[in-house]
């Protein structure tokens, strides 16, 4: 089996068409079905889901071991005795998870005043995650980026056409319900078909045990830092604005994490697997070949993120009506604050495949904080409008602790983020002016600064 491929723009270019034409096109029947589901359904249905499923993630998060990492970065990862044992502490895990969240479904339903039946069914979603079949990782760790890209298709295919099924059908909360639990049990069983030579089966290794939980120790507490540090706002929000409200900050903020999980994806995918099979060389060589693809790569987002940060509110505008109007104002602000995220995914991928998972505690603790800190100031001073500033402005705190440990590993590219940061804002203030001079105003024109300041 290949575990090891050279560094070459023919191989990352090959791994970015196809990561980014299925996340191109997974996002785009996303957006489409949240479109559709947003005529069928009332904006406080999902404020619900924003709650239910922020928990839910929690909770899966909260004791995260990095299991699929392991089997990505591990050498003997396609050992039947390690990736059954991988698998078995997997399925372990999600039983004593889902027994928790059962635990605290009567508090959290009484702290944010959600449905308890609506929570319960969700939460069986953790068992499903845990009896997945980790096939998926070993797709990334043979290189198998198509096959991996394939599922992603088949499931975003599945899952939009069960979300408009049961919301045509059933337009309540059960929808949105039901269609995401049918979604879950499907991939989960459709995992066990990927690799024939897979095999799970319930085993226990000391050996690898110990290498698996060494290794996932600082995905441990980075996992928890990471829940907080990206789902306070949605917690934070669920709590003080109302749940109509709180739907159509969801709409605006999935919408704003396109780009980002585009860059997400193709870290996991192909950056990841790629270094720690290179992890090896020498840091200056491997970095030598990594800083012009790296660059080139860095270059086409830029292009693509500033068109679609100067159009984004248009989009609301046309396809979504009177009720989710605020997210047009809410979208560009928080597209903006999504560059950051960007240089700050591709860098923690790097990262990660250098066997140096602790930066990512440190980075995602430094954002956690300015948001614990900085929220209820902001939303206390200028509502919901200061959150989302905030918010913005967030990733920042997250890209320079991982800038810092890039350095330190003799690994970084910060002159490269900040020419690349220069042409995202100068894209932006080109296409901001086009746009203005043909009569369509500017992206930032429906922001409600007059609320706040009169004068």
Known sequence: MQNEKNI?????????????????????????????????????????????????????????????????????????????????????????????????????????????????????????SGFTSVSTSLLL????????????????????????????????IWALVFAGLFTSIISMIGTYFLLPDVKQRFYLSDRFVSEILHYGKWIFASSIIYFLSTNFDRLYF???????????YGIARSMSELVGLFVLRFGNYVLF?????NAHLPRSDLRRQFFPIRAKFLLLTALGFSVIATTSDLLIKVFYDERYRAASWMLPLLLIGSWPSILAYLNESTLLGLGKSSYSAIANSAKFAFLLIGMPISVTALGVFGGIL???????????????????????FGLQDLLVTLVVVLLIALWEWLRWMAGFGTSFESVPLEVYWPF
Not at 142 to 167: C, G, M, P, T
Request: with cysteine; proline share 4%.
């Open 390 to 412: 905030v918010i913005a402005l967030s990733d920042i705190f997250r890209y320079f602790p991982m800038l810092l440990g890039q350095r330190r590993e003799q690994f970084s």
């Open 141 to 172: 760790k043979r290189f198998q980026i198509a096959k991996h890209n394939a599922f992603d298709i088949v499931i975003a295919l599945i899952s939009s056409a069960n979300y408009l099924l049961f919301a045509y059908i059933w337009p309540t």
């Open 8 to 128: 070459s723009i023919r191989f990352l270019l090959k791994g970015a068409i196809l990561t980014g034409g299925t996340a191109t096109l997974g996002q785009g029947l996303r957006l489409v079905t949240n479109i559709v589901l947003a005529r069928l359904l009332a904006p406080e249905l999902f404020g619900i889901m924003v709650i239910v499923n922020a928990l839910r993630t929690g909770i899966e998060l909260v004791s995260d071991i990095g299991i699929g990492q392991n089997i990505i970065y591990h050498k003997h990862a396609n050992d039947p005795d390690f990736y059954n044992t991988a698998w078995t502490l997997q399925v372990i895990r999600s039983v004593c998870l889902w027994v928790i969240a059962l635990l605290l479904a009567a508090p959290f339903a009484r702290f944010y005043q959600i449905p308890i039946l609506v929570y319960l069914v969700t939460s069986s979603g953790i068992l499903l």
């Open 273 to 277: 697997p790629l270094i720690s099979s």
């Open 238 to 248: 669920g709590k003080v604005i109302p749940l109509s409200q709180l739907g159509v």
